[in-house]
């Protein structure tokens, strides 16, 4: 085949303007900057978009008055995190009656004094809380594709000063509730608390709190770090009213109008954060959370949040309500 001075031969090499597909260059620089303004906005921006969740759920025995409980969970603390650290001190003006955490406090082996000081007065009110694996061991990299696989094999970081913690909360009257069943009066409400160690690393021991609670309790709550429904069965099997969880970060990264790719454990993704029912009689609520890990700073569609529990007495046409808020605007309302 000849060719003209008009129509010289393809050599495979591409025209000004194009990548090698053909694709034009200005589409490739667009792509890319999308990418970067989306990196961008993870990392800085909406990891850093705390918000407080609102839920109202009717659980307790009739004639109970209202208990107001906040919900806090997976913290992944490090040091310099100042501006998270701020953030939840402000919850402490919100002046619930019972306050309970679910784990994984700690990113960082020096972060028990920031966690501390970042709780403040929440830790002179009435408490309960339970570990994570990032309460025992620190936070590793690890390969994205691994959320993918429901029994992918986990390794541990460092230890982590979880016994300094533990005595932190404990010297400051919160209970430990890890396979423990206790018993309190919270603002004329009886409740009775269980808890398991995390069963995402094997820890729990659900027959050492088996059976069934004092029927007598307006509240029966059962805490767990990470929501497996083996030990959500169990607990509903006991008689539980409302389970309360974290480790799902809420997905962490999601996409709009179809959520959470994974939730890292066994739990569906209909149920990765909030308030769902767990059986015929349980409420489930998965908290979803207030950090990250250090490796995967980002957070997509699913802000890092604290939630406050107004729990109401079962009565026949009862509606859940759940709803997001910020803090400042809430504290604006509250003071």
């Known amino acids: 085949m000849q060719h003209s001075e008009l129509d010289p031969p393809r050599l495979g090499i591409p025209r000004l303007g194009t990548s090698g597909s053909g694709v034009p260059a200005r589409a490739l620089a667009g792509v890319a900057g999308l990418a970067a303004a989306g990196l961008f906005y993870s990392t800085v921006i909406e990891r850093n978009a705390f918000t407080l969740r609102h839920t109202t759920l009717s659980v307790l025995e009739p004639g109970a008055s209202p208990l ?24 402490e003006a919100l002046e619930p009656d019972l306050v309970v955490n679910t784990g994984d406090n700690l990113a960082h082996p020096q972060a028990v004094p920031a966690v501390i000081q970042a709780l403040g007065g929440l830790l002179s009110r009435p408490g309960l809380f339970v570990f994570g694996s990032n309460d025992y061991f620190g936070p ?17 970081g460092e230890p982590l000063p979880w016994q300094d913690l533990r005595a932190a909360f404990t010297e400051r009257g919160w209970l430990d509730a890890t396979h423990t069943v ?42 767990t770090h990470s929501p497996e429904p083996r030990v959500l069965d169990s607990f ?10 974290g480790h799902t970060h809420g997905g962490q990264l999601c996409l709009p109008f179809f959520g959470a790719l994974v939730t890292n454990c066994q739990l569906d993704r209909s149920r990765v954060k909030g308030a769902s029912s767990w059986g015929s ?55």
């Not at 107001?68 to 953030?87: F, G, T």
Request: glycine share 6%.
């Open 236 to 245: 509903a099997a006991d008689g539980y009213d409302l389970v309360m969880a």
């Open 182 to 223: 206790r018993e309190l009066e919270v603002s004329g409400v009886r409740v009775v608390a269980a808890g398991v160690d995390d069963p995402h690393i094997e820890r729990d021991r659900y027959e050492t709190i088996a059976g069934r609670p004092n029927p007598l309790a307006h509240l029966r709550l059962g805490l």
């Open 281 to 335: 009689t349980m409420k489930l609520h998965v908290s979803a959370g207030l950090g990250t890990s250090p490796y995967a700073p980002a957070r997509f569609c699913c802000r890092p949040e604290a939630s406050l529990l107004t729990l109401t007495p079962v009565s026949h046409g009862d509606a859940d309500y759940d709803a997001d808020q910020s803090l400042p605007q809430l504290a604006r309302e509250t003071l």
């Open 140 to 156: 590793k990299p690890k390969n994205p594709l691994k959320y993918f696989k429901k029994d992918h094999q986990r390794t541990h």
């Open 68 to 91: 107001r409980v906040l919900h806090i969970s997976d913290l992944h603390m490090m040091p310099n995190q100042r501006l998270k650290q701020a953030w939840i001190s402000e919850l």
